[in-house]
């Protein structure tokens, strides 16, 4: 390689992503959630999506047991809600009382969009575990802006004129 691993990262951080918490429930029944900008589409028929996850991370094992997890796509007002699960807090869900989708998976209220999700494939990759799965359900608010992130930080989106 000609370049180190805080290059590539900084070179990676140029790329806007949107921001999301993904969440689950481990063998014991224990919901469990983080937030991952590494989701993305993968197919619109059947339709998938990806997202990754270091293999250090502590929630992993429960995704790695997973049949269904959920993507909530947050709204630009979530930062809270972003950083309260890119921690290690042993509670992640106190006082958002979730509700229970597809396979018992936890669902937060409140979302730009939320997709329920069936695995469909497991990929190591490096130093991640690369989650593939098919949208069983989709819930939308049209109207909502998303949260994103750019070179370490958080943004906002602004709209551009249209072109020609």
């Given at each position: 390689?000609?370049?180190?691993?805080?290059?590539?990262?900084?070179?990676?951080?140029?790329?806007?992503?949107?921001?999301t918490?993904?969440?689950?429930?481990?063998?014991?029944?224990?919901?469990?959630?983080?937030?991952?900008?590494?989701?993305?589409?993968?197919?619109?028929?059947?339709?998938?999506v990806?997202?990754?996850?270091?293999?250090?991370?502590?929630?992993?094992?429960?995704?790695?047991?997973?049949?269904?997890?959920?993507?909530?796509?947050?709204?630009?007002?979530?930062?809270?809600l972003?950083?309260q699960?890119?921690?290690?807090?042993?509670?992640?869900?106190?006082?958002?009382?979730?509700?229970?989708?597809?396979?018992?998976?936890?669902?937060?209220?409140?979302?730009?969009a939320?997709?329920?999700?069936?695995?469909?494939?497991?990929?190591?990759?490096?130093?991640?575990?690369?989650?593939?799965?098919?949208?069983?359900r989709?819930?939308?608010?049209?109207?909502?802006?998303?949260?994103?992130y750019?070179?370490?930080?958080?943004?906002?989106l602004?709209?551009?004129?249209?072109?020609?």
């Amino acid at each position: 390689m000609s370049f180190d691993t805080r290059t590539f990262r900084d070179a990676l951080g140029l790329f806007v992503t949107g921001v999301t918490v993904i969440t689950t429930r481990d063998p014991d029944g224990r919901p469990v959630g983080i937030t991952a900008n590494s989701f993305n589409s993968v197919s619109l028929e059947p339709p998938l999506v990806l997202w990754s996850v270091a293999r250090q991370s502590r929630s992993l094992a429960a995704f790695e047991q997973a049949d269904h997890f959920a993507v909530h796509i947050l709204r630009i007002d979530q930062q809270d809600l972003s950083d309260q699960f890119a921690t290690s807090m042993t509670d992640k869900f106190a006082g958002l009382g979730p509700l229970t989708g597809l396979g018992g998976i936890p669902l937060l209220k409140d979302y730009a969009a939320r997709l329920q999700c069936r695995i469909y494939g497991r990929h190591p990759a490096g130093d991640h575990i690369v989650f593939i799965a098919e949208v069983e359900r989709l819930d939308l608010n049209r109207t909502a802006r998303p949260l994103v992130y750019h070179g370490g930080h958080y943004a906002k989106l602004a709209d551009m004129p249209p072109t020609g």
